[in-house]
């Protein structure tokens, strides 16, 4: 991929969001909007028309409106929601702690105080491996949730061979 995408994710593919973060793209949410706005289509469309985003939505009707910018996404399964974004060339399918998967924001080398600070932190990890939002706070770090993460990754790359 020469320009690498920009997503705006509706609320129906929350889960979508997440993944999509944690393999490095950025990525909006609709649920960073307040809820039981009437006019939130609307807003979604001008969001992706304004930061140049492809619009991901379970709905129909506002893939439609969103024109060439928009994707309906008919697929439950999240694995299978990333097969119909890779098959389209929209994404590649690999792992990359760059974003943060709760704001978005890029992530950054962990400060050694906010390791130690970190009470959900393995102990026997410290190190430089770990990576932090500077907007959110949240450290992230290669260990079993990630690698289960990987491992789904793997099976759908190996699925799409």
Known sequence: MTHEPRFLVDRMLGPLTRYLRLLGYDTGSADSLPPGNPKEDTNLLQWAEREERILLTRDRELAGRAGGRGFYIGEKEILDQLAFLKE?????????????????????????????????????????????????????????????IIGRIDTLNQRSE
Do not use: K, Q
């Not at 105080?113 to 026997?124: F, L, Q, S």
């Open 88 to 148: 389209r060339g929209l994404i590649d399918l690999s792992v990359r702690l760059i974003r943060c998967s709760i704001c978005n924001s890029l992530l950054e080398d962990a400060p050694e105080e906010e390791i130690r600070g970190a009470d959900y932190a393995p102990t026997g990890e410290r190190g430089p491996t770990f990576r932090w939002c500077p907007s959110c706070r949240r450290l992230y770090w290669m260990g079993s949730h990630t690698d289960d």
